[in-house]
């Protein structure tokens, strides 16, 4: 066959005529349908239809140029000028760093035991209880009185801190939460305070500021438990203050104030068996004694000093009264 004859011979049919049932008898012809083969829409494709990476790009490390082991490579500061364009002027050695120190397992419980976390009007509080080491001994327990379950707190103002100290303001601000915590550890039911006013210098003496957040801070159980606020050797700067503050304090808490002039005094209102007196207030409380007995001495000998009434009412040498 010729390739001409190739060319103009039919197409091949797509479908081929069935023939109608029975015999040779007419129908319409019929066409069977093929059905294409499935076509895949997937955009993946599997590595078989990627192929394979040819031989001629595999690489022999062995023919990479690589440096030997007695190539010195120098990274210095310089080569971090793109960033740091000060890098370039540094000279000279650099400083060794210092390793952190490290901590036993002792000295980590003893730095723990340095805080103290407390719970003071709903919300916590941390005290550093290092910085108030020294004046812990402000607040003290005293004791019980009445049938054994009332508390008396002592607290004694002599132990403050100095207020030209350079962290006063510090030492103050822990040792004020540490009073309120103590307070509300100590006391169940009622109690009383015995304020060790005696003693104490002028720059020791609390500020007005401190002793008003004092009393805002305490619990509405604490003031309602307070049964007597006592005021040991009361000064003129005391006195000063609770008159300044009276307006700004509850009519029952300044009804509980007390003022007791000598220890004495104290004994007869309180049981003093386990009240810690320092010792600088005892010495006081002597030399007040001893004032008061030289100043009653001292009056007895020189007599009662006469008075206006009588003075005008005494006749004189002429035995003529004043008119």
Same mark, same amino acid.
């Given at each position: 066959m010729s390739t001409a004859d190739r060319d103009s011979r039919p197409a091949p049919p797509t479908s081929l005529p069935l023939q109608g049932g029975g015999g040779g008898g007419g129908g319409p012809a019929q066409r069977k349908k093929l059905s294409a083969p499935p076509i895949s829409l997937s955009l993946d494709q599997s590595e078989d239809e990627l192929g394979e990476t040819p031989d001629d790009l595999d690489i022999d490390v062995d023919d990479l140029d690589t440096p030997d082991e007695g190539d010195n490579l120098d990274y210095t500061d310089h080569e971090m000028d793109w960033?740091?364009?000060?890098?370039? *002027? &540094?000279? =000279?050695?650099?400083?060794?760093?210092?390793? !952190?120190?490290? #901590?036993?397992?002792?000295?980590?419980?003893?730095?723990? @035991? $340095?805080?103290?976390?407390?719970?003071? =009007?709903? @919300?916590? %509080? +941390?005290?550093?209880?290092?910085?108030?080491?020294?004046? @812990?001994?402000?607040?003290s327990h005293g004791g019980y009185y009445g049938n054994g379950v009332h508390a008396i707190i002592v607290f004694a103002a002599c132990f403050l801190p100095d207020s030209d100290s350079e962290d006063y303001h510090e030492v103050m601000e822990n040792l004020f939460l540490y009073v309120i915590s103590t307070l509300e550890l100590m006391v169940a039911e009622d109690y009383m305070i015995v304020y060790l006013n005696g003693a104490t210098p002028h720059r020791r003496m609390p500020g007005l =500021?401190? $002793?008003? +957040? #004092?009393? @805002?801070? !305490?619990?509405?159980?604490?003031?309602? *438990?307070?049964? /007597?606020?006592?005021?040991? %050797?009361?000064?003129?700067? !005391? +006195?000063?203050? $609770?008159?300044?503050? &009276?307006?700004?304090?509850?009519?029952?808490?300044? *009804?509980?104030?007390?003022?007791? *002039? /000598? $220890?004495?005094?104290?004994r007869e209102l309180i049981p003093m068996e386990y009240v810690h007196i320092p010792e600088c207030i005892i010495r006081l409380d002597e030399e007040l004694k001893e004032a008061t007995e030289g100043s009653k001495i001292n009056s007895f000998l020189l007599g009662p000093e006469p008075s206006a009434s009588r003075t005008q009412n005494k006749p004189d040498e002429a035995g003529v009264s004043p008119s």
């Open positions: 960033d740091d364009p000060r890098a370039a *002027n &540094r000279s =000279g050695p650099r400083e060794p760093v210092e390793p !952190i120190p490290t #901590c036993s397992a002792e000295e980590e419980r003893q730095e723990g @035991q $340095l805080w103290r976390a407390v719970v003071i =009007g709903e @919300q916590e %509080h +941390r005290i550093n209880m290092k910085s108030i080491e020294p004046y @812990q001994k402000v607040v =500021g401190w $002793l008003k +957040r #004092c009393y @805002q801070m !305490i619990d509405r159980r604490l003031r309602k *438990n307070l049964k /007597s606020f006592i005021i040991v %050797h009361p000064s003129w700067f !005391i +006195r000063t203050i $609770l008159a300044i503050t &009276r307006p700004f304090i509850s009519t029952k808490f300044s *009804n509980k104030i007390k003022y007791v *002039n /000598s $220890l004495d005094e104290l």
